[in-house]
C-alpha cells in the first residue's frame, strides 16, 4: 500500500511537471536572449506584464517609429507594460550597425530606455528561435505569421502567450495597440 502511495504522488508530481513544461513551450517565458550590452534577458522575469516585441532598424523609412515606441514606453511602461527591441539587418541592409553602434544611435537620436536585445535575424534560414516561436503556429499556439518589414509588433498577453501581430506601417501609438496595452 505504502509504495503505491509513494507511486501515485511521483506519477502526479510528472504529470504536473510535464503539464507546466507543455504550458511553458508556448509562451514568451522559455527564452533567454542576450541584450545591446551582452547581458543575458530572461523572459521569464516579465511574467504579468504585457509585452510588445518590435523588430527594428536605423536606417529604414519606419525608423521615426522609435519616437512614438518611446513614447508609448514612457506612457504605459511599468509593472504591467513592456516594449522589448530586436534590431535586425534583414530587410535592405538597414540596420547595418554593431550592438554598441545601435544602442548609441537609439538613445541619442530617439532616448530609447526600453530594453534593446542583440542583433539577431527575424527571417530565413539563420532566424534566431524566439521568432520562430513568434511566427509559427505549432510552437507559439496560436498563429502563423511573417516578418514582413521592419518594425513588425508582436503583442504577447500577461500570460506570455501570442496576442496580436500588427503590421510595420502601423504606429505603434495606433489606437489597436494602446487599447491592448490599457485594456484588462
Same mark, same amino acid.
Given at each position: 500500500m505504502r509504495k503505491m502511495i509513494v507511486g501515485l504522488l511521483l506519477l502526479s508530481t510528472f504529470v504536473v511537471q510535464a503539464q507546466n513544461n507543455n504550458a511553458m513551450e508556448n509562451t514568451i517565458y522559455q527564452f533567454k536572449v542576450t541584450d545591446i550590452e551582452g547581458n543575458t534577458f530572461d523572459f521569464k522575469e516579465l511574467k504579468g506584464k504585457k509585452i510588445m516585441i518590435v523588430n527594428t532598424a536605423s536606417k529604414c523609412g519606419l525608423t521615426p517609429q522609435y519616437k512614438q515606441l518611446q513614447t508609448l514606453y514612457d506612457t504605459y511602461g511599468? =509593472?504591467?507594460?513592456?516594449? $522589448? &527591441?530586436?534590431?535586425?539587418?534583414?530587410?535592405? &541592409?538597414? =540596420?547595418? &550597425? #554593431?550592438?554598441? =553602434?545601435?544602442? #548609441?544611435f537609439c538613445q541619442r537620436n530617439y532616448g530609447v530606455s526600453f530594453p534593446m536585445m542583440s542583433k539577431i535575424s527575424v527571417k530565413g534560414k539563420d532566424m534566431h528561435p524566439l521568432y520562430a516561436f513568434l511566427t509559427e503556429a505549432r510552437l507559439n499556439g496560436v498563429r502563423d505569421s511573417k516578418v514582413t518589414w521592419n518594425f513588425q509588433k508582436y503583442l504577447i498577453g500577461t500570460n506570455g502567450r501570442l =496576442?496580436? $501581430?500588427?503590421?510595420?506601417? #502601423?504606429?505603434?501609438n495606433d489606437e489597436e495597440v494602446v487599447s491592448w496595452i490599457t485594456g484588462e
Open positions: 511599468s =509593472e504591467k507594460f513592456v516594449i $522589448v &527591441g530586436f534590431p535586425a539587418n534583414n530587410f535592405m &541592409g538597414q =540596420e547595418p &550597425g #554593431t550592438n554598441d =553602434e545601435i544602442a #548609441t =496576442e496580436k $501581430v500588427i503590421a510595420p506601417r #502601423t504606429l505603434p
